[in-house]
């Protein structure tokens, strides 16, 4: 999330796709962070006590979290693959070492940290590149991981990076072009919107439609994503 530089991400789009007489949403995601960074930068540990029983926590990383740990064109952000226990040691630019995780280790203690506070937790994987979407998938080991985790931890997850790239696909690369601020990763406003519609397309496929009692009229208007069909994934 961002705004500053002309970025902004679908978190600071969403509100308006729910009855806020009903729900408070708040965007706790901070830009350039990734699983690993997010954590041991304290963010989430302030994240934390404002998680209150019956929230929902929808969370994604993996855009910040590829690369090798120790390679300085990461800038300390990336954590080992996987979803395993192993670590790997990083040391840092002043010279502390660091204990690096896998991003399936990270992506677990939100899960289990946000359970504990009686929370519903979704776990989303990334927005697709803007060079990534037309051939191929993007992100698909962070996607594969989210699964995983999700399922170990019986907390909710859909693949918001086919929801976009499908959607994408439908209005086609002119408009798409149109959504982003930089050539290749970060939505302007735009494009922020048109993804915010997508996580509402996303959480309306997932079994039961936990957050169906919460959308506003602007939410109801959006079908829900299917795989491979032909309904709209995002009504603008």
């Known amino acids: 999330s961002g705004g500053g530089s002309g970025n902004w991400g679908w978190g600071d789009r969403i509100t308006p796709f729910f009855d806020t007489s009903k729900i408070n949403v708040v965007n706790h995601a901070i830009a350039g962070r990734s699983a690993r960074t997010f954590y041991t930068d304290g963010h989430w540990e302030k994240t934390i006590p404002t998680i ?37 040691e990083d040391t840092k630019p002043d010279g502390t070492k660091e204990l690096v995780h896998t991003f399936g280790w ?42 995983e985790v999700a399922k170990a931890h019986d907390a909710l997850y859909f693949d918001l990076t086919m929801v976009i790239t499908d959607a994408y696909k439908k209005v086609g690369k002119e408009k798409v072009e149109t959504f982003f601020s930089d050539p290749h990763t970060h939505t302007g406003d735009i494009g922020a919107q048109f993804n915010a519609a997508c996580v509402i397309a996303g959480l309306k496929s997932l079994p039961d439609n936990p957050l169906g009692n919460f959308f506003s009229e602007k939410a109801k208007a959006i079908e829900p994503y299917s795989a ?3 309904t709209e994934a995002a009504k603008q």
């Open 106 to 147: 990270y992506m677990a203690q939100f899960v289990k940290q946000a359970q504990a506070k009686k929370a519903t937790v979704i776990l989303v994987s990334p927005v697709p590149h803007k060079d990534r979407w037309e051939t191929g998938r993007d992100f698909e080991t962070f996607a594969q991981w989210d699964a």
């Open 52 to 88: 209150k029983p019956g929230d929902f926590v929808i969370i994604q990383f993996g855009t910040n979290d590829g690369g090798r740990v120790g390679d300085p064109a990461n800038k300390n952000r990336a954590d080992g693959e996987g979803i395993g226990d192993e670590t790997v």
């Open 228 to 230: 491979g069909s032909n």
